[in-house]
């Protein structure tokens, strides 16, 4: 079982092959400096589920509650679009991430590979954007853009070809502006299953192109934790954590804490494997799009429920 790369890694590590120890020293420089070096991986929050507070608020309040790290959503009309950040805005929020010792480990997008060639151009604009944002926002790291990549379950025999040439040249901008590129595989997309993420990051075989873990699609489709996350722990970027159920057939997305996994056990997997990275909660738009929605009673709830389980798996 390949181990996956982290800070450690990185210092240590001189005898790897050329992808390998690129994606070492790109993973070695996540998060901002301020925080200190990780012995373990740490628990974040991610600001898709914060939209409805303004940004500064919700960083302030991420803290507050305890999370060391939080993920920017960078699509339109969410906090963290880079269209609307300009060069000072970006410095009082490097300043404000800091003071308050948080780690920016990811910075989510939504991009759909699968378009006509103008929407390739604009996702690989839009791309560069968040690697610039990035950059601003954690000076003199290397950030991690996760998405999903759309299509449907039944497609991925058909588009697999076509996505590997796509996520290709994303890898290749990946390269050109620093910054690494994490696919997720979603219940209802195409990429869904963890081996054929496993494939087509190793197909690839860039440094800059890694997985962006998240069980609670695995869970959805009734996949084995330990075997889902011994496919991709060693292509693992970024970790993001909510739990699922089934409702009339149809799969629901709920809190950490409120479905079926068991983050002990979880947790203790990640200690096994060393993990340092980020576990980054994810309020699912099932859960942050309905009306009444609390998102600071969300984040409490999610912090209480994994902070108890870090502290668990550590016994």
């Given at each position: 079982m390949q181990k996956p790369f982290d800070r450690r890694?990185?210092?240590?590590?001189?005898?790897?092959?050329?992808?390998?120890?690129?994606?070492?020293?790109l993973l070695g420089r996540l998060g901002v400096a301020a925080s200190p070096p990780a012995t373990t991986f740490t628990l974040g929050f991610s600001l898709y589920g914060m939209n409805g507070l303004p940004l500064d608020e919700a960083l302030r309040r991420a803290s507050e509650i305890g999370f060391r790290d939080v993920e920017p959503a960078l699509m339109s009309g969410f906090s963290g679009d880079p269209t609307k950040l300009?060069?000072?805005?970006?410095?009082?929020?490097?300043?404000?991430?800091?003071?308050?010792?948080?780690?920016?480990?990811?910075?989510m997008e939504n991009l759909r590979p699968l378009g006509d060639d103008a929407a390739h151009r604009a996702n690989l604009e839009r791309l560069a954007r968040a690697a610039d944002l990035g950059h601003d926002l954690a000076p003199g790291r290397t950030v991690v853009v996760e998405t999903v990549l759309g299509g449907k379950p039944a497609d991925w025999p058909a588009i697999r070809s076509h996505l590997v040439d796509r996520l290709g040249a994303w890898a290749a901008a990946a390269k050109k502006h620093?910054?690494?590129?994490?696919?997720?595989?979603?219940?209802?997309n195409a990429l869904h299953l963890p081996d054929d993420c496993a494939q087509l990051v190793d197909e690839i075989a860039s440094p800059h192109l890694r997985a962006a873990f998240d069980f609670s699609h695995y869970e959805a489709q009734g996949l084995d934790l330990t075997k889902s996350l011994e496919a991709l722990i060693g292509?693992?970027?970024?970790?993001?954590?909510?739990?699922?159920?089934?409702?009339?057939?149809k799969n629901e997305f709920l809190l950490p804490g409120e479905g079926r996994?068991?983050?002990?056990?979880?947790?203790?997997?990640?200690?096994?494997?060393?993990?340092?990275?980020?576990?980054?909660?994810?309020?699912?738009?099932?859960?942050?799009?309905?009306p009444g929605y609390d998102p600071i009673?969300?984040?409490?709830?999610?912090f209480a429920a994994l902070k108890k389980a870090y502290d668990d798996s550590a016994a």
């Open positions: 890694d990185f210092l240590r590590t001189t005898a790897l092959t050329a992808a390998a120890t690129g994606a070492g020293a300009d060069s000072s805005r970006r410095k009082e929020l490097q300043k404000l991430l800091e003071a308050l010792g948080l780690a920016v480990p990811a910075l620093d910054f690494v590129l994490a696919v997720k595989p979603h219940v209802s292509r693992t970027a970024f970790i993001h954590v909510k739990d699922s159920r089934s409702v009339g057939g996994t068991d983050y002990t056990a979880y947790f203790r997997l990640l200690r096994k494997h060393g993990y340092t990275g980020s576990v980054t909660v994810e309020v699912s738009s099932m859960i942050h799009s309905k009673a969300a984040a409490k709830r999610s």
